[in-house]
């Protein structure tokens, strides 16, 4: 039984209807001395959020009573930091990037080898929780360019109001660019968990276009973050809070 009175235990709650797979991918996480709960379903997994904490959902994209794609994007318009893996069979790329675009921190096509799924976990669970910054008049806004980000909903604020709302991995990088602008980030800082491999790694790279993309959606917002070849990134921007 898990002992849930150790601070250090992370919880993982796996989603799927398959009780095979869903059983399959608990035994496997057992190893990994976790807080393990599972769910057949959406309200199963609502209320298993709701009775205590979660750190990360394994998620099965088609459950029987709802998509998990609108659960994503539920859990991210509520401001919540839970990271999520999606677990599929769809494949395309379009599925692939609407799961990352409503709020998933990662993503797996069925079938899966359970070691890559153990690393990923291992992985999203091995970042520092990165909260808001938190400047001494604590401040709820970061406006820089055209835009404001919601430090307590983790969402953009666009010029007109629209909302745009940000996975994990994109609050937690512009997190970064926010509490150090005009100043040029290496890589590796930019992400941490992946120091050693930073030098390699195309992750960093492709969450900085989607975060870009996300920011050329204002005017003015396209030139943000710029690519200083050979030494990281930079939010080209002031930074001022409200």
Do not use: H
């Amino acid at each position: 039984m898990a002992d849930l009175s150790d601070p250090r235990r992370n919880s993982v709650i796996v989603v799927d209807d398959d009780a095979d797979i869903r059983g399959l991918i608990v035994d496997q996480l057992r190893q990994e001395n976790y807080d393990l709960l599972s769910a057949s379903n959406l309200a199963e997994l609502r209320q298993a959020l709701r009775d205590q904490p979660v750190d990360l959902i394994v998620l099965d994209l088609n459950l029987p009573d709802g998509d998990g794609l609108s659960l994503c994007r539920e859990l991210r318009a509520e401001g919540s930091g839970i990271q999520i893996i999606m677990v599929t069979a769809r494949g395309s790329a379009i599925d692939r990037v609407l799961g990352l675009e409503l709020g998933a921190d990662d993503y797996l096509t069925k079938p899966f080898e359970p070691r890559e799924l153990l690393v990923r976990i291992r992985n999203l669970l091995r970042r520092p929780r990165v909260e808001a910054p938190a400047p001494a008049d604590q401040s709820r806004y970061a406006v820089f360019g055209p835009w404001r980000l919601d430090l307590l909903q983790r969402r953009l604020i666009a010029p007109d109001d629209r909302l745009v709302m940000l996975s994990s991995a994109e609050f937690r990088l512009l997190s970064r660019f926010i509490e150090e602008p005009n100043v040029v980030l290496a890589r590796e800082t930019l992400l941490p968990e992946r120091r050693a491999t930073a030098a390699f790694d195309r992750t960093i790279d492709l969450q900085v276009s989607r975060l870009r993309q996300k920011l050329a959606g204002a005017t003015g917002g396209a030139d943000l973050i710029l690519t200083v070849r050979g030494e990281g990134y930079v939010l080209a921007s002031p930074v001022r809070y409200e």
